[in-house]
């Protein structure tokens, strides 16, 4: 159950603030009205997340780095999706992640700049990623039993239509009930009325864009206790914008909050395939990297307590609409 009452005040500061307050430069007082009023089910506020692993290797690579560099990671996300991965590669991938209690969410599906519609390279972008025709939602299907058939419980998505698809079978048993749907940052809501849509519709964390500002986030936090995912620094296609010293405010702000850990100026590396094997495992290392950076500046700022438990990956009660009946 999402948490009725603010979380706790953690000593947080702002960056510099005792410095700039010596010259007569105080940083503004913080608002209480701006804060989430949710939490995690565990009670923590935020978790971590690195994104773009995509298969075992990258996956190995990442893993070995969170332990060299102490980086607790909640989510290791992929962004090519299960049609590019084998049975086997899956499987290996489930089972690294299970026996370091790490959830892995892989995406699913035809995405509509992949396929054969040209709208999408137009500069208008066209449909985007989202599934074009009812072959394309079938196979976001099949991705998706595919995948829970192997052990994942944690599926991207990037359609509105796709997300209630599977949400009914998720309702309906077809899909286990553990089974979790995380709303791709190329589809992201930007506004608390779209954001309360994609929640009805069954999904269970959203990634919003990262280019929304601190009061656009807490506008969303009065509307829904759905988790939020927010690259704190972003891939240059999402506008590659590094948020680390804003880390404590966003959590403070967006909680329950996933702190995402990206990487700018880095080469595009989906869908992936072993010619991009060096640049994937070096942008991996990389990622884990920029999540210590950004850990150690929440230890600065007195900002690091809150954090979920390693292991803990349940949502919370979230609010859906009615599902229509079986004839």
Known sequence: MAH????????????????LERIGHPAPAE???????YAFPDGGTWRTEIPSVEGPEALATVLKETTRLDVPVHRISQGSGVWMLTDAEITEMVDACAERAVELC????????????????????????????????????EDALRAAELGVRCLLVADEGVLWTLHRLRAAGTLPSAMTFKVSALVGPVNPASYAVWEGLGADSLNIPSDLSLEQIAEIRRV???????????????????????????????????????????PGIYPYGSHLRDVTLDTAR??????????????????????SPVGRHEPGALRRFPLPERS
């Open 106 to 141: 892989l995406f699913t599906g035809p995405r509509g700049n992949w396929d054969i519609g040209a709208a999408t390279r137009t500069p208008s972008g066209g449909g985007g990623l989202r599934a074009r025709g009812e072959g394309a939602v079938a196979g976001c299907v």
């Open 286 to 307: 990389e990622r884990v990297r920029r999540g210590r950076l950004a850990l150690d500046l929440l230890a600065r700022h007195g900002a690091d307590g809150g954090m």
């Open 31 to 37: 608002d209480p009205a701006h804060a989430s009023p």
């Open 4 to 19: 009725p009452t603010p979380p706790p005040d953690h000593g947080t500061r702002r960056p510099a603030a005792a410095a």
């Open 224 to 266: 829904s206790p759905a988790p939020m995912d927010l690259y704190v620094e972003a891939p240059d296609d999402l506008g590659g914008f590094v948020r680390m010293y804003e880390a404590a405010e966003l959590i403070r702000r967006g909680a329950p909050i996933y702190l995402k850990f990206g990487l700018s100026r880095a």
